[in-house]
């Protein structure tokens, strides 16, 4: 069974940093591409970034481009989030899924307010 587990969301001021952290079992993880989407209130998902199965290839959404990095540690089975300059139009729950898959987590919660 395919489990993935998102972490490390919170209360930030605009301009701060978040570091999510997904950890994934049930699969073999260095095999998928990954990817972070996340969902605002009262809209749909939206994708954020996505990263190869090697961690060799990166693409990002223009609106996070140059604030987010996505990585992967394929010995630890986690993905990762580095959220810089947040602003609060990032405020949504983020998740993890395989490229292909919709998300199937609880997600995490991301709130940039003041």
């Known amino acids: 069974e395919v489990q993935l587990v998102e972490s490390g969301g919170g209360l930030v001021q605009p301009g701060g940093s978040l570091r999510l952290s997904c950890a994934a079992s049930g699969f073999t993880f260095s095999s998928y591409a990954m990817k972070w989407v996340r969902q605002a209130p009262g809209k749909g998902l939206e994708w954020v970034s996505g990263?190869?199965?090697?961690?060799?290839?990166?693409s990002y959404a223009d609106s996070v481009k140059g604030r987010f990095t996505i990585s992967r540690d394929n010995a630890k089975n986690t993905l990762y989030l580095q959220m810089n300059s947040l602003k609060p139009e990032d405020t949504a729950v983020y998740y993890c899924?395989?490229?292909?898959?919709?998300?199937g987590g609880q997600g995490t919660q991301v709130t940039v307010s003041s």
């Open positions: 899924a395989r490229d292909q898959d919709p998300p």
């Open positions: 990263i190869s199965s090697g961690g060799g290839r990166l």
